[in-house]
């Protein structure tokens, strides 16, 4: 990590030394083993604010990690909780009171089918992941069930890019000419919806391509899809 | 698969306006390409991301007693679990034997493939032809998919040449001898009036329709027909289970389409025979053991290295730098083999011959926008915009990269015009590349 | 009987003994697959499937860790034979060598591998492309593992990466597995450690002659390795 140098790991790979004395802070993907701090999958090393070293990679299937906000799929509905696919190895568990206002009287309306917004609180790998859709606060915040729209499955390289600070260059095209709200998913899922069914399905194609585009190729792609459509109204 | 009920509901909602979730037309059909393998009788198709292939294995024996002088067609359909976490591998799925009774009834009961031109010495020895289905990648529609590529190897297929020996008759069985290809060309297969399919997939009460479904819709679907035409243009069957009914009205634009459909297909399948008649003859004189490469329609990357030397110590290979803000590939010496530079192909678009339904104007233009926009994918830390990129050096065997020219991109707006543009650009790549 | 490479004699394709056929590398081939990619070494091809970490049937389940299924298919004997059991197991026993299955307990992961043209190499290749699949899934290893093929022809010749023909009129042939990772950060290179993971060996064949073999197939080994790297680093340059 000493070179400021990005380059591309293999799993197994050594990505750093490790010091005779002091912390290291390790995040996914990463573990020590001798003297060496290795990667066990592969992507691109990766320091956090907070000096945590991991590795970015990418993968369409998810590994839960406690903060994480998903999006899920209810697939049952049992007396105190709530099945929800979240797109890991095991389905979470999201309980009933969970819900900002939710009573043992006042329950969610919450039914198998519908999609939700939900933040990790516990996941270990020996035990059912939990979910909420309260923030710290006791607040609902964006957290509970998602109406309309439609989602889509874009693997977790690209919500990361599209959580990322400055925004993603696809969104901000698409925002100059298109109104939507989406919500993004770090389980590698994400939810749009417009006022128009063109807008939505427009925005999630152009989402789904623009994942290895540049960012002006990002541009010409808005603006071709979006010509296109505004042909279709007028004709 | 776990569909949520907000997007049954879209798919729904959406259909209304004749808007399908991939940006597809409702009567759009996915991108078909067939690759046909050089080695062996095989056919592997494309629908989108559907992804089947069927290889045929002769077998020498002998016939069924109640027909001996008729050779056999066994289907197998594996639903293999490659191609979805649903599948369970085995190959006793009833999605698969459902398939395998759809291709018994197209392709042996109606006659299609002359069973008696399969005998070899009537009674004693005859042609059975194990047709193996295999399903690879599951993005809906297997149907189609599943007897293109089956139709695709019966036409593909070769029949060795046998060698009768009846001088030692006096036992009263004959000796056969099957003989290579070296020796004697094999021969093709007589096949009649091939049937293709066309799936629609129903939503609501049969009021929405649409062709060629994707996983998603047909799992929002209340209903799915399939139709299958034969080359006389005569409806061989209508396949549907359970679910919602078809609208009268529909029925025969539906059998219209399906018509054009496999009409259209069938165009280009011969095509593609046709080509890879050429390559085959070409390749056995030349000794190369290249079919056409095909990409996937969802591949990020693909990467060649030419046949090198080992007992040297293995070099180093010089990996682009990210920093040098070229798009140019620095490879020395690429035309010495013995050193084995790498050369990286980029995933391009002259993946064999596109089997598409020219009418389709969003389609094409769907399908040359990523095309051209491919291109520039893995360029993306290197070369500044205003720079066209730079052809690739060719290595021996390895076909050169047609110049994709981003500039032209660039400029004016005009939708019509650019689709003019796009399409002139794609068909240029593709003469290249056949060049 | 001394076994050795010599550089002259040419082979079927127009090889030298010692030289290895062209490689392919293709990933995510598979739309609907965690991760897939598609390995070949000149006429063979192999497709390889990678579904998990998901869950299993509870009969199936360890409760420690996850468990690895191999389902081995060619399309000239799709109800699988011995041969495919043998190569499924030698695959599922060869990749848990690198899994870090203890991270993911009470789950399978299925690693699907569908022959699509066989001319030699063939344990070889579906193992590389193994390999290359479970990178691309982000199922957690330890290392890659490379592989590589060695025939030794009637004559005593050692042949690297022997076509299907080969194989058959060889009179002994060598399948080899070796783990690969960078040693170092910011390594260049991959190293292919000395130790093999992996030996199937079939024939008659001096102790000599094993080991020449072994150290043939430890080169083509690097070979694989290097081309890998290569690989991966295009795949991923777009984060």
Redesign the interface.
């Known amino acids: ?3 400021g ?13 490790l010091p005779d004395t002091g912390e290291v802070r390790v995040g996914a ?1 990463v573990i020590a083993a001798d003297r ?1 701090l ?1 990667t ?5 090393p990766r320091q956090t604010k907070n000096r945590k070293i991991w590795t ?6 998810y ?1 839960p990690c406690v903060g994480d906000n998903v999006i899920g ?1 209810v ?1 049952e509905r049992r007396s105190d909780d709530f099945v929800v ?1 979240i797109g890991g ?3 979470a568990v999201l309980n009933t009171l969970a819900f900002e206002g939710a009573t043992r009287r006042n329950r969610p309306k919450l ?5 939700v917004y939900a933040r990790v609180v516990f996941a270990h ?2 035990t059912d992941t939990e979910l909420t859709c309260l923030e710290v606060t006791g607040k609902a915040g964006g957290f509970g069930p ?6 889509i499955n874009c693997g977790s ?1 690209l919500s990361r890019r599209l959580l990322a600070v400055p925004p993603a260059p696809v969104l901000t095209a698409l925002g100059e000419t298109l109104k939507y709200e989406i919500a993004v998913g770090q389980n590698g899922r994400m ?1 749009i919806d417009a006022p128009r ?2 807008s ?3 925005i ?2 152009a989402i789904e ?1 623009s ?4 960012e ?2 990002t541009r ?2 808005v ?2 899809l979006t ?2 459509m505004d ?1 279709l109204d007028d004709g | 698969m ?10 729904l ?2 259909l209304k ?1 004749d ?5 597809r037309n409702p009567f759009d059909s996915r991108k078909v390409t067939v690759t046909l393998g050089l080695h062996n009788a095989s056919a592997t198709v494309s629908m989108g991301s559907t992804r089947v292939t069927t290889t045929i294995v002769p077998v020498l024996d002998a016939p069924f007693p109640d027909r001996p002088n008729e050779g056999t067609l066994r289907f197998n359909a594996e639903y293999s679990p490659m191609a979805s976490s649903e599948f369970e591998g085995g190959r006793h799925s009833e999605a698969g034997m459902e398939m395998i009774r759809l291709l018994e009834q197209v392709l042996r009961n109606s006659r299609a493939v002359d069973r008696e031109a399969l005998c070899v010495l009537a009674g004693q020895k005859v042609w059975h032809l194990d047709v193996n289905v295999t399903v690879l990648d599951h993005a809906g529609n297997l149907t189609d998919a599943c007897l293109l590529s089956a139709v695709a190897a019966l036409m593909v297929f070769r029949r060795p040449e046998v060698e009768i020996n009846t001088s030692n008759s006096g036992s009263g069985v004959a000796r056969t001898l099957v003989l290579s290809p070296a020796v004697r060309e094999p021969l093709p297969l007589s096949l009649h009036q091939l049937p293709l399919s066309t799936t629609f997939a129903l939503f609501g009460a049969g009021e929405s329709i649409v062709i060629d479904p994707t996983s998603r819709e047909e799992a929002a679907a209340s209903g799915v027909v399939t139709i299958i035409v034969n080359t006389n243009s005569d409806i061989c069957a209508i396949r549907k289970a359970s679910g919602v009914g078809i609208p009268l009205a529909q029925v025969q634009r539906l059998m219209h389409l399906a018509s054009n459909r496999a009409s259209e297909m069938m165009q280009d399948l011969k095509e593609v025979l046709q080509q890879h008649e050429a390559s085959r003859v070409s390749s056995r004189v030349r000794r190369h053991a290249s079919a056409p490469q095909q990409l996937g329609a969802t591949s ?1 990357s693909v990467n060649m290295l030419p046949p090198n030397d080992i007992s040297a110590t293995v070099q180093p290979y010089q990996l682009q730098e ?2 040098s803000g070229s798009g140019e590939e620095t490879s020395s010496g690429e035309d010495d083999m013995s050193v084995g530079n790498p050369v990286r192909m980029i995933a391009s678009s002259a993946e064999g011959v596109p089997i598409s339904s020219h009418a389709q104007e ?1 389609q094409y ?1 769907e399908a040359a ?2 095309h051209i ?1 491919t291109g ?2 893995s ?2 830390k290197a070369a500044p ?1 205003d720079r066209p990129v730079a052809s690739k050096k060719t290595a021996i065997g390895l076909q050169k990269e047609p110049q994709i020219d981003l500039d032209f ?1 660039e400029g004016d ?1 005009d ?1 019509e015009k ?1 689709v003019l543009d796009m399409r002139k650009a794609l068909q240029t790549k593709n003469k290249q590349w056949q060049a | 009987m001394k076994a050795e490479i010599t550089a002259p004699d040419t082979r079927e394709d127009g090889r030298s003994n010692s030289s290895a056929r062209a490689l392919r590398c293709e990933r995510e081939v598979l739309h609907r697959a ?2 897939s990619a598609q390995w070949e070494q000149g006429g063979t091809k192999v497709l390889a499937a990678v579904y ?4 299993t049937l509870a009969r199936k389940e360890d409760p420690e860790r996850a468990i690895i299924e191999v389902t081995f298919k060619q399309p000239e004997s799709p109800s699988g034979t011995d041969l495919e059991r043998q190569y499924e197991h030698i695959i599922q026993q060869t990749l848990a060598g ?1 899994i ?1 299955t203890a ?5 399978a992961i299925s690693v699907i591998l569908q022959v699509l043209e066989h001319d030699g190499s063939l344990l070889a290749c579906a193992l590389n492309a193994a390999s290359t699949a ?11 593992v490379v592989s590589a093929a060695v025939a030794q022809d009637r004559k005593g010749d050692l042949l690297i990466d022997p076509t299907r023909a080969e194989e058959e009129a060889a009179g002994a042939t060598g399948m080899f597995t070796f ?9 260049e290179q ?1 190293t292919v450690a000395e130790d093999c993971l992996t030996s199937i060996v079939r024939g008659p064949t001096t102790t000599e002659g094993l080991l020449q073999m072994l150290s043939l197939g430890h080169k083509g080994a690097q070979r694989a390795a290097a081309f ?2 290569m690989s ?2 295009q795949a ?4």
Not at chain 2, 4 to 11: H, P, Y
């Open positions: 990590m000493s070179s140098k990005l380059q591309v790991v293999g799993p197994g790979d050594a990505i750093a030394d993907g060496l290795r066990v999958r592969a992507g691109v970015e990679g990418r993968s369409k299937r590994a799929t697939i696919d190895p095991f389905a039914v198998e089918g519908d999609l790998k020996d998602l109406k309309g729209g439609m989602s390289a939810w069914s063109a939505v399905v427009l999630a194609n391509r994942e290895f585009l540049r002006d190729q010409l792609l603006q071709k010509s296109h042909r | 776990h569909i949520s009920q907000n997007d049954r509901l879209f798919i909602k959406a306006e808007i399908r979730i991939d940006g990020r990210q920093d969003a233009q926008l990523q926009l520039g994918r360029q993306r915009v991109l707006t939708p650019d | 965690d991760g998990g970490p998901m869950s690198v870090q991270m993911h307990p009470r789950t479970l990178t691309e899934a982000a199922v957690p290893m330890t290392s890659i783990t690969a990772r960078a040693e170092a950060p910011g390594a991959l890998s790297k991966l680093t991923y340059d777009f984060l």
